[in-house]
Every structure is written in C-alpha cells, then in structure tokens.
C-alpha cells in the first residue's frame, strides 16, 4: 500500500481501525479497559475498531515513539486484519506521525487530531465552528513540513530531478504557512470580538443573577441534570462530546429565587492544548459561575481518574481566568465548588458511595433522571436547597431602609427576603428583615440605595463590604 500523502482531511468515518498505545509508568488509564475510552472516541469518529495493540516501556522513542520493532509488528498487525488507520493514545510529533506512516503504509493519527476531528463534526454555532477551525490550524501549523514529503522527494534527487525542479516542495511550504498564519490571525481577531462581548455578558449576568456552572468529565451527564432542572433542552446522549456549546437558562430554586444555570463542554484526559485554548470563551463561562457542580459519573470504574482530570482542568482555568480579570481590573471571586454523584442508580451496591462521601464531605449522590424518565431522581431535591441556600448566602437579622420610588429593590425585598414588620415614611420604606448576604451585594451591585443596619450578633456587615447610610 503507498505511503498516504495527502492530509487536509483527517476524517476516519468507516475506517477499519487499529489502536496503539504506549504505557509509561504513570500512566493514566483504566488497567480493566485500557483502550476504552480511545475505542469510544474512535467509534463517535465513525470508525471500526478491528484491533488493539499496546507496548510499555519507560521512555518513548523518539524518532518512531514505539520503537522500530514495534512499528514492524504494527504494520503485519494491520496487514493481517486489513485495517486502513492507526489511532495513538498520545500525542506524536510530526516527524514520529511520517516515520511511523513510511512504514506502516496507513494513516496515523494522534489523540488530538481524533478529538479535533470529532470537535469539528459536532460543531453547530458559528463561535464553536471558528473555535475548531483555530483549533485545527494551530495543531496543523508545525506539522506543514511532514505533510509535504512527497514534494521533497522530487527536490531531494538535486541533480537527478534537472534544472526547473528544484524549490516547488519549499516554495508550496512557505505558501501553505502563510496561509494558516493568514487565516489563524483572522479566526483570532473575530473570536476576540465574541470573547469580548461573551466575556461582557457574563459579567452583567452574575451582577444581575447568582450563576451556577455544570461542569464534567464528558459523558457524565451534565445535559441531563441540565434538562433536569431547567426548560432548557439541552441535547443529551450516551456519547462522547454530545455538547460543544454553552447554554444557559434560568432554574427556579423556590422561594423565589432564580439563578442562572450554564451547561458545558465536557472534559477529557490529555484534551488538546489548542483546544483548550480555542474554546477558553466558553469554558471561562464556568469559571465566573458562582458556584461550579462537578457532575461525576459514580458508576464508571475510571471515575477517580475522570476527577482528577477535571479538578486539574478547572484549576488551570481558574488560575488563567483570575489573571484575565486581574489585568482588566475586575475583582475575582472563586466559585464553589459542590461535587455531585450522578448514575447512582447503576451502582449495585453504596460501597463507592461511601469512599466518595468520605474523600469530598458534602457530595451529593444524584440520578438526574426523573422516575416518568426510568431513573430515580433521587438527590435532585438537596440539590435544589443546597443551591438556593447558596444563593441567599449567610442569612442576616437586618433593618434596612429603601426609598419606596425604588420599585425594583422594593420588589426584590419582598420576594427573596423574609419581612417580619414594615415601616412607612413619607419616602421610604423601613423593613425589619432576615436576608442572605449575598442577595444584599446583588442589591448593591445592581445600584440600590439602602440604609442598612445589623440587628444580630454577627459580624458587621460593612465588614462583608457593605456600608452604612445612603450609598451607591
């Protein structure tokens, strides 16, 4: 089979397929299943998984990453079960994808180009499909010169190609650069526009709303407690990556409060820098949420290791986002974060259940479906009352005093605090009052005008920022 040259698709859809993978010591994967997750990737690609095949060492190699023999092995491993692509675990270079391709005679592909390709068959919104193109561009860029061996070739022979032959691989090279630069530098200059505004209306929504932010190793099922709890109808389905998109909608959390609750892109091991990178808009969304709910799936036997991915993920995120809003001058909050349990209906037994409780005090053990959808819907109701106390913040005995032309703070008032006696003035009105905090710095932020006195034993509530008097 010749050696494939072309490779501005990367599409593997009905490709019979081979995975490879090289275990080093630390690896993270599930030893029961150890290419389960690359197999899942691969099928929600379109491909067919004919073979597997692994090798552990405690270094890679560095010109063909598995070794020579190995690559040998690979290549009669391909032959025997006619299969017309390989899929690494792993990251490879550009040299070690062209080295390991004159060899085999197949396509090689790493796990970021297989996740790329996947990002970029499920993107829908124009930010998304702009992310994925930057994404892939980026990615693409330091792997030009690999992708045109088959003009070196011809420029190699020197005097045997003759005069006229020499420079079409270097000058097509050098054209194909500017290309991606060109494009790479446009794609960023309009995502910045989206981010900007994206970045401007997150900020008004957590001054006007308490905002929470689902956030997930991917297919944990983030849309599901999403539709759950909101109107939001949200796309939901048993695979990989079923949500490349923010959406956000209101969830009533009784008493009359509302919040804002987002859904997410999911997580996954070794996600592409690029990606990471091209998607930061929208996964930024998650970071200025007030409170982050970690959707983890309980019965999944590689949940520890899904976490972890996912706590090292958002503190990345968080870190990079504090820095943003640092430079621009905004105060950063960090959210908190509450860890919820999900597909506990699936558990034969409490036994994971009790080692989660014991190593996150607090989690919550939750079936997002409601029992007309077959699940259980058990854990949905705390979930609901931790949220809404999170939302009121630490409750204060107050006397605040509000000009009664200020309809809107009056309005709030009377329908999220609770009003144990009023006062009327010629021009206000004067509430004795228990209110959480953080419905008195909503108030605030959004320029009402309040008196304010503690009646309580806490501390002072200027201290949580407040002041006392007339203030804006």
């Not at 509302?258 to 970071?287: I, N, Q, W």
Request: aromatic share 4%; glycine share 8%.
């Amino acid at each position: 089979m010749p050696v494939p040259t072309e490779r501005s698709t990367i599409s593997v859809v009905s490709e019979r397929v081979v995975l490879a993978a090289l275990r080093l010591p630390g690896s993270r994967h599930d030893p029961n299943s150890p290419f389960g997750e690359l197999r899942a990737l691969a099928e929600q690609a379109g491909a067919t998984v004919v073979a597997e095949m692994e090798q552990h060492r405690n270094k890679p190699e560095s010109g063909t990453f598995i070794g020579a023999g190995k690559v040998e092995e690979l290549k009669a491993l391909c032959e025997q079960v006619n299969a017309t692509t390989v899929i690494f675990d792993h990251g490879l270079s550009p040299a070690q994808i062209c080295n390991i391709e004159e060899v085999t005679g197949r396509k090689i592909l790493d796990r970021s180009e297989l996740i790329l390709d996947i990002f970029a068959s499920r993107a829908t919104t124009h930010e998304a499909k702009l992310q994925v193109e930057l994404a892939q561009l980026e990615y693409t860029f330091p792997r030009l010169r690999a992708m045109w061996t088959h003009l070196e070739r011809i420029v190699g022979a020197g005097a045997i190609a003759g005069i006229g032959t020499r420079g079409p691989g270097e000058q097509q090279l050098e054209l194909d650069r500017r290309i991606v630069m060109r494009r790479s530098t446009e794609l960023r200059r309009d995502l910045a526009i989206i981010q900007a505004r994206k970045r401007r209306e997150v900020q008004k929504r957590r001054v006007d709303h308490f905002t929470v932010g689902l956030v997930g190793y991917t297919n944990a099922g983030k849309s599901t407690v999403f539709n759950t709890l909101t109107a939001g109808g949200a796309y939901a389905d048993d695979r990989l990556f079923a949500t490349l998109m923010t959406r956000t909608r209101e969830w009533d959390v009784g008493g009359g409060q509302r919040v804002m609750l987002s859904d997410t892109v999911g997580f996954v091991r070794d996600l592409p820098h690029d990606l990471v990178a091209s998607f930061k808009a929208t996964l930024e969304e998650a970071t200025h949420a007030d409170v982050l709910l970690i959707v983890l799936d309980a019965s999944d036997p590689t949940s520890e290791m899904q976490y972890q991915v996912v706590t090292e993920t958002l503190d990345e995120l968080c870190d990079a986002t504090k820095k943003a809003d640092e430079r621009e001058g905004l105060v950063w909050r960090e959210p908190e974060r509450l860890l919820l349990l999900n597909k506990t209906d699936r558990l034969t037994d409490n036994a994971a259940l009790l080692v989660w409780q014991h190593r996150v005090p607090g989690c919550i053990p939750l079936c997002a479906l409601a029992p007309e959808n077959g699940g259980t819907g058990v854990g949905m109701e705390e979930l609901r009352l931790r949220v809404a106390a999170a939302s009121r913040g630490t409750e204060r005995h107050c006397r605040i005093e509000v000009p009664m032309a200020d309809a809107k703070t009056v309005s709030t008032i009377e329908n999220r605090a609770q009003v144990l006696s009023r006062e009327y003035t010629d021009t206000t009105v004067i509430y004795d009052l228990k209110i959480g905090m953080n419905q008195i710095e909503k108030l605030r932020a959004a320029g009402a005008k309040m008196k304010i006195q503690s009646l309580d034993a806490g501390p002072a509530i200027r201290d949580a920022g407040m002041e006392f008097g007339w203030g804006r």
